[in-house]
């Protein structure tokens, strides 16, 4: 399990934070992630594991004016 925004997802197995966010339908260019307390930047996606346990916010940006 991990913990996105608040609620416990399940996590067969460890993968990239990037796989995971794209499996999810995340727009990664229009959200900002912070994985057990650390901003993760948008450069490290592709190499950063989720393991069961971790704790995600993510936060989606909302163009307006």
């Known amino acids: ?3 996105i925004n608040g ?3 399940p996590l067969e197995e460890p ?3 990037l796989v ?3 499996q999810e339908g995340y727009q990664t260019n ?3 992630v ?3 307390g650390e901003i993760i ?3 490290c996606y592709k190499e950063t594991l989720l393991h ?3 704790v995600l916010e993510i936060v989606s940006f909302v163009g307006g004016g």
């Open 1 to 3: 399990m991990v913990r």
């Open 7 to 9: 609620e416990d997802k």
């Open 20 to 22: 995971y966010l794209e």
């Open 52 to 54: 069961n346990g971790d």
């Open 34 to 36: 912070e994985k057990n």
């Open 15 to 17: 993968t990239t934070l």
């Open 30 to 32: 229009r959200i900002a």
């Open 41 to 43: 930047p948008k450069s």
